[in-house]
């Protein structure tokens, strides 16, 4: 029996053309990072809008989500929820205080802390993270050595978790101490110094972290960034709780209630 034997320029056609049809999932995949930017105090309605931006990015399976930080601080419970997410993320959570002149102050400073990986641009700030009441008076000096002390030991315990200078950490909140970025990477206080998103990105491909499922190794090399915008009901409710606002519209509603008391039936003023 007599067998053909195949030209090799047809199994050079054959094999190229297998080449260029393999399937696309053989492919290595780009890494999508979802960047958001705070640049107001912490308040319940940006705490809301960090966690649930964190928990999108996890459902759509992005690599990291980038926060763009900065704050003069804000409220400790709003903090708190923040951190609670960052901590309990399935995904890195990178913290930049960014642009150049922004700041990470207050309760910005334990949440860039909290950070898989903490990063600040040339020209930035951070610490000066004494709690301070709001609204309530002075308190006696039981009470804010009791706040101190426990800012202090959660602050510290977060800072070891992710090797961030815990006794830097310690002297923010109880001397207020703040640090240029320079200062911060030098204090190993953050991991990077990096002017711009990109120059992130290619500092921190390869870095490894832990998350809630386990150690991980972030690839950033060539990463496509998916810019989120907040909603217009965020944007509403973000600048109705700037607290000079809110106290401009609460004595607003005082001055509304006076004049209604002072002519009842009148209505508007009441409502």
């Known amino acids: 029996m007599k067998t053909r034997k195949i030209p090799a320029v047809f199994l050079i056609l054959a094999f190229a053309l297998g080449f260029v049809c393999a399937p696309a999932g053989a492919e290595e995949t780009q890494p999508v990072f979802d960047v958001i930017t705070v640049q107001a105090p912490i308040t319940p309605p940006i705490a809301g809008y960090v966690v649930k ?4 990015a996890a459902r759509d ?10 704050t003069p601080g804000g409220l ?10 960052m901590l309990n993320s399935e995904i890195p959570v990178i913290i930049f205080v960014a642009p150049s002149g922004a700041r990470a102050a207050s309760a910005g400073a334990i949440i860039t802390i909290t950070a898989h990986v903490a990063a600040m641009a040339p020209g930035t700030n951070i610490g000066a993270a ?20 426990d800012m202090v030991a959660y602050a510290r315990s977060i800072a070891l978790k992710r090797g961030h200078n815990p006794e830097w950490v310690e002297k923010a909140i109880r001397e207020s101490e703040s640090l240029t970025a320079e200062e911060a990477l ?7 110094l990096a002017p711009n998103i990109d120059q992130l990105l290619a500092q921190m491909d390869g870095k490894k972290v832990v998350v809630s499922s386990g150690d991980i190794t972030i690839k950033s090399k060539g990463a496509r960034l998916n810019y989120k915008e907040m909603s217009l009901r965020q944007k509403v409710l973000i600048t109705i709780s700037d607290p ?12 509304g209630l006076y004049f209604e008391f002072s002519n009842p039936g009148a209505v508007i003023p009441g409502v």
């Open 53 to 56: 931006s964190i928990d999108q």
């Open 130 to 149: 004494h709690p301070v009441s709001v609204g309530v008076g002075k308190m006696d000096e039981t009470m804010a050595k009791k706040v101190e002390n």
């Open 76 to 85: 400790d419970l709003a903090m708190r929820d923040i951190i609670k997410a």
């Open 244 to 255: 000079n606002i809110a106290y401009l519209l609460f004595l607003l509603g005082l001055a």
């Open 186 to 192: 030098k204090q190993q206080v953050i991991d990077y």
């Open 61 to 70: 399976k992005a690599q990291g989500i980038i926060v763009m930080l900065d």
